[in-house]
């Protein structure tokens, strides 16, 4: 597997195990990753007010200079879960630091902490107690443990999703690795779904932090499956802290570095909707010629939440109104007569016109592939936005009609 | 049928034809409804940018105290038609009059205009011409002739929806007869759909204007199906223009005819859910106790757009999680310990504690019934808000991916 490749930071260690949270026998639900020293670590939470107690904790935590690592379990959200819900989450952290090898001495709160999996159920802190034991005495720094924590941050994801990248500075090579998980439950206002990415390139707190937020806007920000915001969504980095003896990176390396980091975080985020649950095609919606960026996010954003726009692409449908449509409700300014529409490539919609095309084509150019291209135009001025998301099927549907039940 | 109990406003005639814009046989697709006298004439559109022409040309005619009737075409939105489709319009508008019976001579701008269908495709005008020329000889004021005029606007809607009211002026009894159209591309930000309501009171244009507008917004504003808004959402009103010898209903008489306005327009609006394409449940949505009405209305928007609520829905499933959620994102403010749901009148979640119920009949209370009833309490203040929607199912999903190839 490609996967395979990539060279881990140093400083690092990463477990995966399974603690019988999920019902599927040995399925992997507890992750734990820990910095051998204070690390650099930083946040994007949702901005949902119905927020789980575990994202609570780590917001509150983020950014620091200190942090000694995460302990993550899935198969359970602690969301809508109460005060039971916020001591959980708090003595998960304490569970993580205290298990450590004696050699990784921490504290309580030098951990951040995310859930994940069904809302409204109390987490069930006997198995997550033995699983978070079990993860301190397995963590390693080779590819099978970092593949074995990607596993225990997985819900309904049909495949692993990982990424890297490597940059050179100064002070020599740096890696960049990222785990994420998502398959539904995928909004576009924030950071969406659980995503780790872990460096041994030495940022500051305060600029990792924003750099992380920058980095998110073009790529968690601008993925969907049905744009309901999670309670949960959480996009940690932990860096190497710079310290007297390891300089952070400089502006040219920083610059270099977010470049990177948001490369990473756009391949992370394409592979949610690209196993969007039941999904047969993931949509890339490229906006150009709107006013402002923000006008384009908004008109890719509308375009990617219309179930019509969804069930054509899923029929193979060149029903093109239906993208016109939802962008000339996206609240932003558009005007028919600047207007033009490409489906992978073909135009279909030109300054308020209808073209004459092949309708064939374009639904054969559909079903042919698993990506399919939407190009609007808006000619108004220099804003632009990539956004993607799925289609929408029968799978779906029934998928999500029989989730709890 | 109920439907056939209605009285008819005086003073008008309806007709619907079928002209073969519509592929099914003998589908009626042209209606006409002629005044006999100049008309009181107010009208709620589509705020989509990306506007139907037919939407344009009635919106710069509304409100009006001259109108003498409105012609609509259903099979075809004349939507993103550009110059063509403007020039079709206003044809219509002269085909109407020019066609009236010898006694209600007319112009064609005293006519407006709607069109419902497929987005994109020129207007046929040689079929719409014979059908405006059959339905002005085929003109009349029986219930035959309403109901007629009823399945001329229709398209994917499965059942007629027509509604009526009366009340009682100093002038004796006036109807309120309503009849409108949609089951798809139903969003929630602006009176949706084609909706006609006719009556015999004597209103002014103005007051007329302001009451359908106040009656929109607690109806067809609150309603939604996938929530994409579409080019052709039309509410007209046609009443009697006060005149020398019929006086304009006193305040006390506007009152009971808006709340019998807005009763009506709610009976109307809700139909249309209750029709969504494949829908198998009507999903009401309760919202109390939000800082202000529009904050109610955002949260119920926000739980009504929710493709997972909805497939919860189809699947029985108490999944109460995801309407919290919901509610969580919509932008407004919500704590969730003074949030208190529940779903067909059982409670499930309450002061940010979930709550121990028996899913099992939360499941069949919902399977058992056509409605399911959601109801939210925030517990911040006065706001309230109903709005209305379906579930998601994989017959809309099949539906839609199947709509024009």
Chains 1, 2 share one sequence.
């Not at 999920?22 to 204070?38: E, F, M, N, Q, Y």
């Not at 949960?232 to 390396?253: I, M, R, Y």
């Amino acid at each position: 597997m490609m996967e395979l490749l990539m060279q881990l930071p140093k400083g690092f260690r990463f477990a995966g195990v399974s603690a019988g949270i999920k019902s599927r026998a040995g399925a992997k639900d507890v992750t734990l990753i820990v910095s051998d020293t204070p690390c650099t670590a930083a946040g994007v939470y949702t901005t949902n007010l119905i927020v789980a107690a575990p994202v609570v904790l780590s917001r509150s935590r983020t950014p620091s200079a200190n942090i000694r690592g995460i302990v993550v379990n899935s198969g359970n959200a602690n969301a809508c879960t109460g005060q039971q819900g916020d001591l959980d989450a708090a003595e998960m952290t304490r569970l993580a630091a205290a298990n450590l090898p004696q050699e990784l001495h921490a504290h309580a709160e030098d951990f951040l902490v995310m859930s994940t999996g069904i809302i409204g159920r109390k987490l069930p802190m006997a198995k997550i107690q033995s699983g978070i034991e079990q993860a301190a005495k397995h963590l390693g720094n080779t590819q099978t443990h970092f593949l074995d924590a990607c596993d225990g941050i997985m819900t309904t994801d049909a495949f692993r999703k990982t990424a890297h990248r490597s940059i050179r500075s100064s002070k020599g090579s740096h890696s960049i690795v990222g785990m994420c998980k998502g398959a539904g439950m995928i909004g576009p206002k924030m950071a969406t779904m659980l995503a780790i990415v872990v460096t041994d390139a030495p940022i500051d707190a305060i600029v990792a932090q924003r750099i992380l937020q920058a980095a998110a806007n073009r790529s968690f920000n601008c993925i969907s499956v049905e744009g309901h915001m999670s309670t949960n969504d959480s996009l940690v980095l932990l860096a190497q802290a710079p310290s007297k003896s390891v300089e952070a990176l400089n502006d040219t390396e920083l610059a270099d570095f977010e470049a990177a980091l948001t490369e990473l975080c756009i391949e992370l985020a394409k592979k949610i909707p690209d196993d969007g649950e039941g999904a047969t095609h993931l949509i890339e919606i490229c906006i150009k010629g709107a006013n402002t960026q923000a006008d384009a996010d908004a008109i890719a954003r509308n375009i990617a939440l219309s179930n019509l726009v969804k069930t054509a692409i899923t029929g193979g449908d060149p029903n093109w109104g239906r993208i016109v449509s939802a962008a000339g409700y996206a609240g932003v300014p558009i005007q028919p007569k600047r207007t033009a529409l490409k489906i992978n490539g073909l135009p279909l919609f030109d300054a308020g016109e209808p073209l004459a095309f092949d309708a064939k084509q374009v639904s054969e150019s559909i079903r042919a592939s698993k990506l399919t291209l939407i190009e609007l135009d808006v000619g108004l001025g220099p804003g632009s936005a990539t956004h993607w998301t799925t289609d929408l099927n029968t799978e779906y549907v029934r998928f999500n009609s029989e989730y709890t039940t």
